[in-house]
C-alpha cells in the first residue's frame, strides 16, 4: 500500500535532535509512504514515485497527527446537567458532594452492558480522527470495581483491534473512592493492589496506571503506595496532580520518577523543579480549566524556562472537558498558557509521543517513522490558533491510509 502527498505548501515538525520549540520547516515538498511507513521527503522540483493513492496538497500546510496524552472516552452517560450547575454557579467539588461528579459516572457505568458502551465509544472516537488526533492516551476509571475496570480496558483493547485511532490503555481504578467505599478507604486500596492490579497485569490489559491525587481523592502517601505497586506488576505511572490545589503530587511523581503528572494548575515553584530535574512530563489540560468556568491555569512558561518539555491534552471526559477538539486546545494553550504555536506543535506530537514512550514511532515526519500524517487547510502554522472554533483538517492519515477526509 502506498501513499503520495504531492505539493505540499508548508510542512512543519519537530525532529530528533532538535530543542523543544524548534521545528524543521520545509515548503513545496512531496511526502511518499510505503507500507505505513514515511519512506522519502522530496523537493517539489524533484519527481516522487508513482503510488495507488495520491493526494493533491496544493496551499495545504502538513504536520504529524497529533496524539492526545490524556482522555477518558470510556463512560456511559454525559454529564450536560453539570454544566448547567455550573453555569448557576456551583464548583466542581460542591457538584461532586451533591452526589454528581466521577461518582455519578460510575454509577450509570455500572448500569450499562458492555456492548453498549462499547459501541457509543466507537462513536466518540471517531471524533478525534476528524480532529487530526492518530493516537490517544485512554483511561479506564469510571468502573471503580474490578469486573468493570476490566470491562472498560477490554473495551479499550478490542476497539484498537477494530478501528484506525490507536489508543493506549491506561489504568485509572484510583479515579475516586466508589460509594461502597466510602467509609472504607483502605478496603479499596487493598482491593486495587490485591485484586485490581494483577489481572489487569495478568491479561496484559493497560501500559499504565494513573491515580487522581488530590485533597479529598487520594492523598500522596496512597498515591505513592498504588503506583509503586503498579510498577510492581510492571505498568508505569501517570498521576492527576496539584488540579485542585498544591497538594505535592509533583514533588512525589519527580520522586517516583513517574512517566507524566497531568493537570498541575496548583503546581508549587519547588514541584516544577524536581519534575525537570526528575524528567517527568506535565501534561496540561487547559480545555478543562476553561470548561469549568475557572481562571487559573498551569504556569507553562515556568515549566518550559525550567527546562521541563510541556505536552497538552483535550482530557476528554464527560464531567470537566467535554471535547475532542485538539485544535481548539491549540487556541486556549496560546491565550491562556501563552504558549507559541511551535511550542504547541511540539506539545502535541513529539513530547505527547514522548509522554507515551512512543517517540521512536511517532510524533514527527521523519524517514523511516510511521506516517501518521495531518492536513490542514491552514496557510501557515500561526493561521490554526488565530482562527478557532472550526475544523481544519482536510485528511487525517494514519499508518499510511487515509482515515477521514473532510469533504
Given at each position: 500500500m502506498s501513499l503520495l502527498i504531492r505539493n505540499i505548501s508548508n510542512l512543519y515538525t519537530p525532529a530528533a535532535g532538535l530543542p523543544y520549540g524548534q521545528l524543521k520547516t520545509m515548503h513545496r515538498v512531496h511526502v511518499f509512504v510505503q507500507d505505513g511507513i514515511i519512506q522519502q521527503i522530496f523537493s517539489g522540483d524533484e519527481q516522487p514515485p508513482q503510488a495507488e493513492t495520491v493526494f493533491d496538497a496544493t496551499g495545504k500546510t502538513l504536520v504529524p497527527g497529533f496524539i492526545d496524552a490524556h482522555t477518558h472516552p470510556v463512560f456511559w452517560k454525559t454529564r450536560e446537567d453539570e454544566f448547567i450547575m455550573r453555569v448557576q454557579g456551583k464548583s466542581y467539588e460542591e457538584i461532586a458532594l451533591a452526589g454528581g461528579g466521577i461518582r455519578s459516572s460510575v454509577r450509570r457505568f455500572r448500569e450499562a452492558k458492555k456492548e453498549e458502551i462499547k459501541t457509543l465509544t466507537r462513536t466518540r472516537i471517531k471524533t478525534f480522527l476528524e480532529f487530526g488526533v492518530t493516537t490517544i492516551e485512554a483511561k479506564s476509571g469510571y468502573g471503580l470495581s474490578t469486573e468493570d475496570e476490566v470491562k472498560a480496558l477490554e473495551i479499550i483493547n478490542e476497539l484498537n483491534d477494530e478501528q484506525p485511532l490507536e489508543m493506549i490503555p491506561t489504568f485509572l481504578?484510583?479515579?475516586?473512592?466508589?460509594?461502597?467505599?466510602?467509609?472504607?478507604?483502605?478496603?479499596?486500596?487493598?482491593?486495587?493492589?490485591?485484586?485490581?492490579?494483577?489481572?489487569?497485569?495478568?491479561?496484559?490489559?493497560?501500559r499504565y496506571c494513573d491515580v487522581f491525587c488530590e485533597k479529598g481523592v487520594f492523598t500522596v502517601d496512597e498515591s505513592r503506595e498504588i503506583l509503586l505497586e503498579a510498577r510492581r506488576y510492571g505498568l508505569d505511572a501517570r498521576i492527576?496532580?496539584?488540579?485542585?490545589?498544591?497538594?505535592?503530587?509533583?514533588?512525589?511523581?519527580?520522586?517516583?520518577?513517574?512517566?507524566?503528572?497531568?493537570?498541575?494548575?496548583?503546581?508549587?515553584?519547588?514541584?516544577?523543579?524536581?519534575?525537570?530535574?526528575?524528567?517527568?512530563?506535565?501534561?496540561?489540560?487547559?480545555?478543562?480549566?476553561?470548561?469549568?468556568?475557572?481562571?487559573?491555569?498551569?504556569?507553562?512558561?515556568?515549566?518550559?524556562?525550567?527546562?521541563?518539555?510541556?505536552?497538552?491534552?483535550?482530557?476528554?471526559?464527560?464531567?470537566?472537558?467535554?471535547?475532542?477538539?485538539?485544535?481548539?486546545?491549540?487556541?486556549?494553550?496560546?491565550?491562556?498558557?501563552?504558549?507559541?504555536?511551535?511550542?504547541?506543535?511540539?506539545?502535541?506530537?513529539?513530547?505527547?509521543?514522548?509522554?507515551?514512550?512512543?517517540?521512536?514511532?511517532?510524533?514527527?515526519?521523519?524517514?523511516?517513522?510511521?506516517?501518521?500524517?495531518?492536513?490542514?487547510?491552514?496557510?501557515?502554522?500561526?493561521?490554526?490558533?488565530?482562527?478557532?472554533?472550526?475544523?481544519?483538517?482536510?485528511?487525517?492519515?494514519?499508518?499510511?491510509?487515509?482515515?477521514?477526509?473532510?469533504?
Open positions: 481504578g484510583a479515579h475516586e473512592i466508589p460509594d461502597e467505599f466510602q467509609q472504607d478507604r483502605r478496603g479499596y486500596i487493598d482491593l486495587i493492589k490485591n485484586q485490581m492490579l494483577p489481572l489487569i497485569a495478568e491479561r496484559n490489559l493497560a492527576h496532580a496539584d488540579e485542585l490545589s498544591p497538594f505535592g503530587g509533583a514533588e512525589m511523581a519527580a520522586e517516583i520518577k513517574a512517566r507524566t503528572a497531568d493537570h498541575l494548575v496548583q503546581i508549587s515553584d519547588r514541584g516544577i523543579e524536581d519534575m525537570a530535574l526528575a524528567g517527568v512530563i506535565p501534561v496540561l489540560l487547559p480545555g478543562t480549566t476553561f470548561f469549568l468556568g475557572k481562571d487559573g491555569y498551569a504556569p507553562a512558561r515556568k515549566m518550559l524556562a525550567a527546562g521541563c518539555e510541556v505536552a497538552l491534552s483535550t482530557d476528554f471526559n464527560p464531567g470537566s472537558s467535554a471535547t475532542q477538539n485538539l485544535q481548539l486546545i491549540w487556541t486556549i494553550a496560546a491565550l491562556k498558557l501563552k504558549m507559541l504555536p511551535e511550542e504547541i506543535l511540539w506539545a502535541v506530537t513529539l513530547t505527547a509521543a514522548r509522554s507515551l514512550n512512543m517517540d521512536s514511532r511517532l510524533g514527527s515526519i521523519e524517514e523511516g517513522k510511521q506516517a501518521d500524517l495531518l492536513l490542514l487547510d491552514i496557510p501557515n502554522l500561526n493561521y490554526l490558533a488565530y482562527h478557532y472554533g472550526i475544523n481544519h483538517t482536510v485528511i487525517t492519515v494514519k499508518e499510511g491510509k487515509i482515515v477521514f477526509r473532510n469533504e
